[in-house]
């Protein structure tokens, strides 16, 4: 004779499963979501934020020489001030039905993990479109729209310049990373080019114009640059789907750009509703904080 499994009894089950769950979702890799890689990420505005207030400062002193007696010596002089970048909430989740419940509790299997991997999918998935677009709706701003980055048509296409020659492809993408390097009086040094996947391509499957050279147009713009001159580290080129006619050139450290993630997906206990037992999942996050857009450029038109 079989015993019979009560709802509570169910959802006892689920409670027990569920930090298996949990730990099946986070073990497991998404490698198209690259957001992560591509931006800096911090926690550290903690889960209770509501904005995030960034404040910065800047100055000028310069010394001199001057007399023992001297009244006229430069000081430092500061100046402050302050920005705030907003946060939202957000949430996903996933559920099961009582009778789902019913049956893997009575024949004791793990609960299926699909629907939470999803939720988690969902989740990354939202972060990935705030880090690069943003979301105008709620003020926040992305990696590849941001207001605050200089935006200029590029000198040619890839295709126009790969028919001239090697250096004309290369000085598509050396322009910004120049300018970057020269205005900032070399303070700062874009390492990063993001590129649409089919300029990616063509870059990776040209090779030069030089009798008998089996090196590519990437090999060769990954060596020849100022970065790698400046740094000995070859410049990183990557394809992004999220860009169709366009390239960001960009530093990618937190003096240049981070990206507020104050609460990471957390579900909640099991929520019994009608025939259904729902986990809830909360976290908030907040747009791309340009702390120096300088070290930034867009070029449109590639």
Not at 5 to 22: F, N, R
Request: proline share 4%; no cysteine.
């Amino acid at each position: 004779m079989s015993m019979e499994v009560t709802d509570s009894q169910a959802l006892g089950y689920l409670t027990s499963q569920l930090s298996h769950i949990e730990t099946r979702v986070w073990e497991r890799k998404y490698t198209p979501i690259v957001y992560q890689d591509l931006v800096p990420v911090s926690n550290e505005a903690g889960e209770w934020a509501t904005s995030i207030e960034v404040h910065y400062m800047d100055g000028t002193a310069e010394g001199k020489f001057i007399s023992s007696a001297a009244d006229d010596i430069n000081f430092a002089r500061i100046e402050s001030g302050r920005d705030q970048v907003s946060v939202a909430y957000g949430g996903v989740g996933y559920e099961y039905t009582l009778d789902d419940l019913r049956k893997a509790a009575h024949l004791r299997r793990p609960l299926d993990t699909l629907q939470a991997v999803k939720a988690r999918r969902g989740y990354e998935e939202h972060a990935q479109r705030i880090a690069f677009n943003g979301d105008a709706d709620r003020g926040l701003e992305g990696l590849l729209n941001h207001s605050a980055v200089s935006t200029a048509a590029a000198a040619s296409t890839f295709a126009v310049a790969a028919a001239v020659s090697a250096d004309a492809v290369a000085a598509i993408i050396n322009e910004p990373i120049n300018a970057i390097y020269d205005e900032s009086n070399g303070m700062e040094i874009a390492g990063r080019v993001l590129l649409p996947i089919s300029r990616f391509n063509l870059l990776a499957t040209t090779r030069m114009d030089i009798a008998g050279s089996a090196m590519t147009l990437l090999e060769y713009i990954k060596r020849n640059n100022v970065y790698t001159a400046v740094t000995g580290k070859p410049l990183e080129i990557r394809a992004l789907p999220q860009l169709t006619d366009s390239m960001v050139v960009y530093s990618a450290n937190e003096d240049v750009m981070v990206m507020h993630i104050p609460l990471v997906l957390r579900f909640l206990p099991p929520q019994p509703m009608n025939l259904k037992v729902r986990v809830p999942g909360e976290y908030k996050i907040a747009g791309l904080e340009m702390r120096y857009p300088g070290a930034v450029r867009y070029r449109t038109g590639i």
